[in-house]
């Protein structure tokens, strides 16, 4: 796979997809970003954003988050996906960014994958929302990397790589949104497959 036939496929998944809100988009406060990043891990971004609008409504603030009640965001995230552990998580990733960096989000992949509930993929998908060079790898982008053939690989650190190999740093920020909204714009698991082999005869 060269990177032109690579860009004119991520162009033409870009011209498919459905031009939706994610769920990390348009908060206009990093820690909100990084907070909504983490609920909506393993969660329809449909779902994850009026929950997290809901959730920041009430505590509007870094610091308020962090002495929220686990019982009181609970509440807030009926609905979510493992609504249990992403409750603890957001107080205790608020807690960190109050203790360790004085509410400042840092925007560094090592130390943002120490706090609570911040893997890999949302780290990096958090960078990117900053313009850092990052790839955040998700269910959406294993999946179609491997039906375009731009990776071989199931593993979502080794996509990464092949992927921040295959696009020049300039695009990296460009992958995941774009490969994303395609994936929810088109649910249907035939017709996505229908599509995305059109798309491999891309020259």
Not at 27 to 50: F, H, N, V, Y
Not at 123 to 134: C, H, I, M, Q, T
Not at 166 to 178: A, C, E, G, I, Y
Request: hydrophobic share 35%; net charge positive; aromatic share 8%.
């Amino acid at each position: 796979m060269d990177f032109k036939r690579a860009k004119r496929q991520l162009s033409e998944l870009k011209r498919l997809g459905e031009d939706m809100r994610l769920a990390a988009e348009d908060w206009g406060a990093e820690w909100k970003c990084l907070i909504a990043t983490i609920m909506s891990a393993q969660s329809r971004d449909e779902t994850t954003i009026p929950i997290a609008e809901s959730l920041f409504s009430k505590y509007n603030s870094l610091d308020k988050l962090a002495k929220a009640s686990y019982a009181d965001v609970l509440k807030v995230f009926s609905g979510l996906n493992f609504n249990k552990t992403k409750a603890k998580n957001v107080i205790a990733c608020a807690s960190e960014l109050i203790e360790k960096y004085n509410g400042r989000i840092p925007h560094d992949l090592d130390k943002l994958i120490e706090l609570a509930g911040v893997g890999r993929k949302t780290a990096n998908v958090f960078l990117s929302e900053y313009g850092k060079d990052a790839i955040g790898v998700d269910t959406h982008l294993a999946y179609i990397s491997k039906k375009l053939g731009w990776t071989k690989n199931t593993n979502p650190h080794k996509i990464e790589e092949d992927l921040k190999n295959l696009f020049p740093k300039k695009v990296w920020s460009k992958v995941n949104p774009t490969v994303v909204r395609f994936g929810k714009r088109y649910t249907s698991r035939k017709l996505k497959d229908q599509i995305l082999d059109e798309i491999n005869k891309i020259g």
